[in-house]
C-alpha cells in the first residue's frame, strides 16, 4: 500500500534550522511530483513548496521562499524538506504529498498525503 512518512520534524528557536523528511513507498516515486504543505491550529493546509518529478522544476510560496529548500533523492525514495531561519509563524503540522501532476494548487488534487509532523518555533 501507499505510504508517505515524515520525519525530522519537532522544537527550535526562531532563526533555527530543520531538515524534514518524507520517504515513500508503494507506488512509483519518480514518477510522481511532491509538495509540502502545513497546517497551523484553526488555519487551512496551505501549500509550501513542490518539486517536479525530475527535480528540475520547484516553486515555493513566498513567505518561505530564500528559507525553505525542497529536494528529492529518487534511488532513496524520499522528499525533503530544508528550512532555514524558521520563524514562529513557521509553526504548523507539516505534510508531504504526491501526485503524477506537477503544478497542483489545490490541497483536494494531490493523490496521496503523509500523516503529517509537527514543527514548533519558539521566539
Known amino acids: 500500500q501507499v505510504q508517505l512518512v515524515e520525519s525530522g520534524g519537532g522544537s527550535v528557536q526562531a532563526g533555527g534550522s530543520l531538515r524534514l523528511s518524507c520517504a515513500a513507498s508503494?507506488?512509483?516515486?519518480?514518477?510522481?511530483?511532491l509538495g509540502w504543505y502545513r497546517q497551523a491550529p484553526g488555519r487551512e493546509r496551505e501549500f509550501v513548496a513542490r518539486?517536479?518529478?525530475?527535480?528540475?522544476?520547484?516553486y515555493y510560496d513566498d513567505s518561505v521562499k530564500g528559507r525553505f529548500t525542497i529536494s528529492r533523492d529518487n534511488a532513496k525514495n524520499t522528499v525533503y524538506l530544508q528550512m532555514n531561519s524558521l520563524k514562529p509563524e513557521d509553526t504548523a503540522v507539516y505534510y508531504c504529498?504526491?501526485?503524477?501532476?506537477?503544478?497542483?494548487?489545490?490541497?483536494?488534487?494531490?493523490?496521496?498525503w503523509g500523516q503529517g509532523i509537527q514543527v514548533t518555533v519558539s521566539s
Open positions: 504529498a504526491a501526485d503524477p501532476v506537477y503544478g497542483l494548487d489545490y490541497v483536494e488534487e494531490w493523490d496521496y
Open positions: 508503494g507506488f512509483s516515486f519518480s514518477t510522481y511530483a
Open positions: 518539486i517536479s518529478r525530475n527535480g528540475v522544476l520547484i
